[in-house]
């Protein structure tokens, strides 16, 4: 790295011990300091009175912050504003920042990288359960710093790249949220003037119940909360399903999980899930062809409606003892608007379901972008 000057971590940062007595009719802030180099935030404000260790010290905005316990797992970072004054245990070491040597916000692009990271494991000892870091160690380690107009043209380019991400994840944010307005509008004019009939006569429930070979593998399904759809549990064996009643589930079926159906354990199954298996707690239901789909009815159910009417039919208190009553399932009554007006909006459904995925995928590309900016930032290379 061209024209960087080397340096010990001792030479910009420089040990402070602010202690404080701490007193009963005083208020003060306490600092809580976040891991995976998330930085620092205000942990509360409280009463001396409430704060069993009397002898503490103080922190105060801009100073470099670490946990001596956790700085392994990236605790450490500069002291914001609000948390100026505040007050921290002897578990806390604070120290002043030599801005002569090393730019502030440069130094926090240092604790973004978790760049201290490396340097605490390296000056800890110990074994793997009681390793502690050794603070002479730590600040008599090297490290090479540009100089200060180059520290301060990389904190520049990166901030701005980090706007320009910021712009984009808002507008994304709102694409999202317009499409779903959308999307619940047209369902919305389709069930007002569509005909309510009685689940069962709808979509009532298929069981396929599976007699079991102690050899064979029956690969489970899984159902996730919130309408997150379906994803795939391990196969077990029928010796190890012993005695569980098991039933086979088809690419199409409506599932409800019948113990988190009112959290939103509600989903289509699709064509990587068909013939897997689900115990009896895995409800199956099937539409009448040429009367509804199934993703329209799984859209229903995830409705405000949808979901109070499966509350209504799951008694109980909550997790595995609010269970979805199947004969008062059946009894439930759902919107079923024409067939051309439901295939209509499960094209649509598929069209934003594509940009949701889309969405994720460019979520991912920009997540990576900002660690790639700045382990290049921290090469020369930008």
Request: charged fraction near 30%; aromatic fraction near 8%.
């Amino acid at each position: 790295m061209k024209n960087w000057i080397p340096y010990r971590l001792g030479d910009f940062l420089e040990r402070k011990h602010d202690s404080v007595s701490v007193d009963s009719f005083t208020k003060y802030k306490r600092i809580t300091i976040k891991t995976k180099g998330q930085g620092i935030e205000l942990r509360d404000e409280v009463e001396g009175v409430d704060i069993g260790t009397k002898n503490q010290f103080m922190a105060n905005q801009n100073q470099f912050l670490l946990s001596k316990i956790d700085a392994m797992n990236g605790a450490f970072g500069i002291v914001p504003e609000e948390c100026d004054k505040g007050i921290i245990t002897g578990n806390f070491w604070t120290y002043d920042i030599n801005e002569k040597i090393i730019d502030r916000e440069y130094l926090r692009l240092l604790c973004i990288k978790q760049e201290f990271t490396k340097f605490s494991l390296e000056a800890s000892e110990g074994t793997t359960n009681r390793r502690y870091l050794r603070e002479n160690k730590f600040l008599n380690l090297p490290i090479s710093l540009p100089l200060i107009p180059e520290q301060q043209r990389i904190v520049s380019k990166i901030e701005s790249v980090k706007q320009q991400l910021e712009q984009i994840e808002k507008l994304r944010a709102g694409q999202t949220k317009d499409i779903k307005n959308l999307l619940f509008s047209k369902y919305t004019d389709l069930i007002e003037v569509a005909e309510w009939l009685p689940m069962k006569e709808v979509a009532p429930i298929i069981r396929r119940e599976v007699k079991l070979n102690d050899e064979a593998l029956y690969p489970e399904l899984g159902i996730r909360c919130f309408g997150k759809g379906t994803f795939h549990k391990p196969a077990l064996t029928g010796l190890e399903v012993a005695t569980k009643k098991i039933f086979q589930i088809k690419q199409g079926d409506l599932v409800f999980s019948n113990v988190f159906a009112w959290e939103g354990g509600i989903a289509v199954a699709k064509e990587e899930d068909n013939d897997r298996y689900g115990s009896h707690r895995f409800i199956s239901c099937v539409a009448h062809k040429e009367k509804a789909l199934e993703e329209f009815l799984c859209f229903h159910f995830l409705s405000p409606k949808g979901l109070e009417d499966i509350n209504a039919c799951s008694p109980g208190g909550a997790g595995r003892n609010k269970t979805l009553g199947l004969d008062k399932l059946m009894k439930i009554k759902i919107p079923v608007p024409d067939f051309t007006s439901q295939k209509e909006f499960v094209e649509l459904l598929h069209k934003v379901n594509a940009i949701k995925n889309q969405h994720t995928e460019i979520e991912k590309e920009l997540n990576q972008l900002m660690p790639a900016l700045l382990d290049k930032a921290f090469k020369g290379e930008l």
